[in-house]
């Protein structure tokens, strides 16, 4: 039973536009998550994170809505760069962190 | 300042075989993590120690344990291997015992049963 879902598999954007990468959730009593980068043969890395007491967290490029109704954030880049390019694992938990399955982003110069 | 390593950074091994992976904390960091990861997968906890102690476990078998030693560093040890074992094998550490904590990721161990 998946408890994070990243339901996009891969994304492919242009340099300097928007990349927007979804997450679900199902248990209503998740209430921090978080967003890790992961380059090949490295291990993820932490990249923003937002408490449910918010809907919207910035640092820099990076910004992360949360929509707890819909049980729903997204991770948006502006403006994309070649160097994104990488897997992004939403993440939250209870008592022990939760993983989606991850999205590969491309970003093409 | 050193990050999260693990050894060794590759592993082939038989079925039935035993395993150990190491992992070495970042300085200062009391707190130890382990994950599996499996091929299009995200990565799943295994265990977390924290001051020596088990905090955690995932919903793995038996077959996995682990353990922290004095100078923060884990070891985890799967017995009798199956060829679903073969994964990168990721350790994490973080300051405090608290799930929400930061957790810095070491490279892996990639492990191959045949």
């Known amino acids: 039973d998946q408890q994070v879902k990243q339901n996009s598999p891969s994304l492919s954007v242009q340099e300097g536009r928007i990349s927007i990468l979804n997450c679900d959730y199902t248990?209503?009593?998740?209430?921090?998550f978080l967003w890790y980068k992961k380059y090949p043969a490295e291990g993820p890395t932490f990249l923003i994170s937002?408490?449910?007491?918010?809907d919207k967290n910035e640092d820099g490029r990076f910004t992360v809505f949360l929509n707890k109704s819909a049980k729903h954030l997204s991770l948006h880049i502006v403006p994309s760069q070649p160097g994104d390019s990488a897997v992004y694992f939403c993440?939250?938990?209870?008592?022990?962190?939760?993983f989606g399955k991850g999205t590969k982003l491309t970003v093409n110069p | 300042d050193a990050g999260v390593t693990q050894s060794p950074t590759h592993l082939i091994k038989t079925r039935g075989q035993h395993v150990t992976l190491r992992c070495s904390p970042i300085?200062?960091?009391?707190?130890v993590s382990w994950y599996q990861q499996v091929l299009g997968q995200g990565p799943q906890f295994i265990f977390q120690?924290?001051?020596?102690?088990?905090?955690g476990r995932g919903n793995f078998p038996d077959r996995f344990s682990a353990r922290q030693f004095p100078n923060y560093s884990s070891e985890l040890n799967v017995n009798a291997l199956l060829l679903g074992d073969s994964a990168l094998y990721l350790c994490?550490?973080?300051?405090?015992?608290?799930?929400?904590?930061?957790?810095?990721f070491g490279p892996g161990t990639r492990l191959t049963v045949l």
């Open positions: 120690y924290y001051e020596k102690e088990e905090r």
């Open positions: 248990n209503s009593m998740f209430d921090y």
């Open positions: 994490a550490s973080s300051w405090t015992g608290k799930w929400q904590d930061t957790q810095y």
């Open positions: 300085s200062g960091h009391k707190s």
């Open positions: 937002i408490s449910s007491i918010k």
């Open positions: 993440a939250s938990g209870s008592e022990k962190l939760v």
